[in-house]
């Protein structure tokens, strides 16, 4: 575990116990050649502890993230009472200042992890974050949000056989968690890789900030800090209203037919078998078919796109759920 008693050498800057600094994360040049930076704001305690990593903007449409780490730094939960937290708001930079999902390469950089010194611009990122800031972290909490459309519950994911990620999700507190396999070359199954534990928060969807969803994102990043003996005194933390959700299956519900969708049912309600879900119209008020639940579950993922087509997948239901 690293320990805040010694020197910090990252991104060729030394950070001291007790001392603050923001470093550039170097990442490349625009075509203009003007030269790319993302801040890294870094906090530390005098007294030794963990490290914890923010992250957030994997995929650059993903605002809501962002703006979790945002709040924790601008509230001042990022200054930690024992330890050390590193917060990067934002890794793609380029899709963020673009609102896109991918790099300029066309790459999502979800998918090159650990990347490569020599490769494309996407990989030679994920690279720099795995051998110049990854390795000095002991945690890590990674934001994102659902993607085209699809709003998500607020959830932890997690690889089911990790006991240790398991009480940290619990101890986040979110409404749902979802065991989740690994995805080849994605930043968590490469941290897994190194023996770095992180947690993947998934909440809201692209090009959106929605206040639920930001606010279980800051409240369960406090109580991992407490429960790290790393939060600052001045901060409270209270437990989650309602007990987790562990899900270990879950199914699509698609669209039979093409045409403008409506939603009748809450994200993160319970439907039974038969209820209904949503409506799928025409344009000319010859169509309307009702959209039902053909299992019992939580309705952790819902399709808000105000038109679909045959085959598009409008709800994501829990079909099997763990103590």
């Avoid at 972290?137 to 699809?150: E, N, P």
């Avoid at 519950?153 to 240790?164: F, G, L, N, T, V």
């Avoid at 309602?242 to 969708?261: H, L, N, P, Q």
Wanted: aromatic share 8%; net charge positive.
């Amino acid at each position: 575990m690293s320990t805040a008693n010694n020197t910090l050498n990252i991104l060729g800057h030394e950070i001291k116990p007790g001392e603050s600094k923001e470093v550039d994360f170097d990442v490349a040049h625009l075509h203009t050649a003007s030269a790319v930076n993302v801040p890294i704001i870094i906090e530390r305690s005098k007294t030794p502890g963990p490290t914890v990593l923010f992250t957030a903007g994997v995929h650059g449409d993903e605002v809501n993230g962002v703006e979790i780490v945002r709040q924790l730094i601008a509230k001042g939960i990022n200054k930690p009472k024992s330890g050390t937290i590193i917060c990067i708001p934002i890794i793609n930079i380029f899709g963020f200042l673009n609102l896109k999902r991918e790099f300029p390469d066309g790459r999502d950089l979800n998918r090159v992890f650990p990347g490569s010194k020599n490769g494309s611009l996407a990989s030679r990122v994920a690279y720099k974050l795995m051998t110049e800031i990854i390795p000095h972290v002991d945690y890590i909490i990674d934001f994102h949000t659902g993607g085209s459309g699809r709003f998500n519950a607020p959830q932890i994911r997690i690889e089911k056989s990790d006991s240790q990620l398991n009480t940290l999700a619990r101890v986040f507190g979110a409404p749902f968690i979802l065991h989740s396999k690994y995805i080849k070359k994605s930043f968590r199954s490469s941290c897994n890789k190194l023996g770095k534990p992180l947690l993947l928060f998934e909440g809201g969807k692209s090009i959106h900030i929605d206040e639920v969803i930001t606010n279980h994102g800051v409240v369960g990043s406090k109580r991992v800090l407490d429960h790290l003996g790393m939060l600052n005194s001045k901060f409270v933390v209270f437990a989650p209203k309602t007990d987790c959700v562990m899900i270990a299956e879950s199914k699509w519900i698609r669209a039979k037919y093409s045409g403008m969708f409506k939603v009748a049912v809450n994200i993160g309600s319970k439907a039974l078998k038969g209820d209904l879900l949503g409506y799928i119209t025409d344009p000319y008020g010859k169509m309307n078919y009702f959209v039902k639940a053909d299992v019992s579950g939580y309705v952790i993922t819902i399709n808000e796109s105000p038109t679909v087509y045959q085959g598009d997948a409008l709800f994501n239901i829990s079909t099997k759920l763990e103590a």
